[in-house]
């Protein structure tokens, strides 16, 4: 079955980049996207992106696939306290059965 | 707001009873979802509806738990005969049809002693 990976910590400073890493085994994954939670709060959207794209811009998101190494990474530019969260990478196959990776919990210190 | 709703947010229970949870979806999502996380782990899939037929179900889904969606609108998660290893989020999420993303609602937490 599919198998998602991330590291599960990150600590950056205000106004760093921050980069969040995720990886994937089955090749086959048709979509992959970027989920944010808050504490006690459920699964917030961030961004999606195709398998057959290799980057997408949303303000400040960036969102990276390199397919042949199966590896998705999200960059959140100019990172700010709000953005303490953790972040979970999943992946879609066919039909309607989504991985969640363990997901990375981001600290962005003052 | 018209997000996703569960209801209740948190359930406290004995080993042994018997819960249930209630999802409402957006309106007009025709697809449903319920996951289970537990502490420090991302959601696992559960089980999946189109409307009122249920498509997809996990291996995790033992024959303790049952869902419904009777009438292609809210759903019902019920877990029979509760056990300490049932404790988690259960989070259902909602599509509509086409459509490849899915919108969360804020999870019901369950705590079994």
């Known amino acids: 079955g599919e198998d998602v990976e991330q590291s599960l910590f990150l600590s950056v400073r205000e106004g760093d980049s921050s980069v969040i890493n995720c990886t994937y085994t089955?090749?086959?994954?048709?979509?992959l996207y970027w989920y944010k939670q808050e504490p006690g709060a459920g699964l917030q959207l961030l961004t999606y992106?195709?398998?057959?794209?290799d980057m997408k811009q949303d303000q400040r998101l960036t969102v990276l696939l390199n397919k042949k190494d199966k590896h998705l990474s999200l960059r959140i530019a100019d990172t700010q306290t709000g953005d303490s969260a953790i972040y979970f990478c999943?992946?879609?196959?066919?039909?309607?059965?989504?991985?969640f990776g363990p997901g990375t919990r981001l600290s962005v210190l003052p | 707001d018209t997000g996703v709703s569960q209801d209740p947010r948190h359930k406290i229970t004995k080993r042994g009873q018997n819960v249930t949870f209630r999802c409402d979806p957006i309106?007009?999502?025709?697809?449903l979802y319920w996951y289970r996380q537990t502490l420090g782990q991302g959601p696992e899939f559960l089980t999946y509806f189109q409307n009122e037929a249920q498509l997809e179900k996990s291996r995790l889904l033992s024959d303790r738990f049952s869902a419904e969606r009777p009438k292609g609108s809210f759903s019902t998660l019920e877990i029979q005969r509760t056990e300490q290893g049932d404790s988690a989020m259960y989070l259902c999420?909602?599509?509509?049809?086409?459509?490849?993303?899915?919108?969360f609602g804020p999870g019901t937490r369950l705590t079994v002693l």
């Open positions: 992106i195709f398998s057959n794209m």
């Open positions: 309106s007009e999502h025709n697809r």
């Open positions: 089955d090749s086959s994954s048709t979509y």
């Open positions: 999420a909602s599509s509509p049809q086409g459509a490849d993303t899915q919108y």
């Open positions: 999943a992946v879609r196959k066919s039909g309607q059965n989504f991985v």
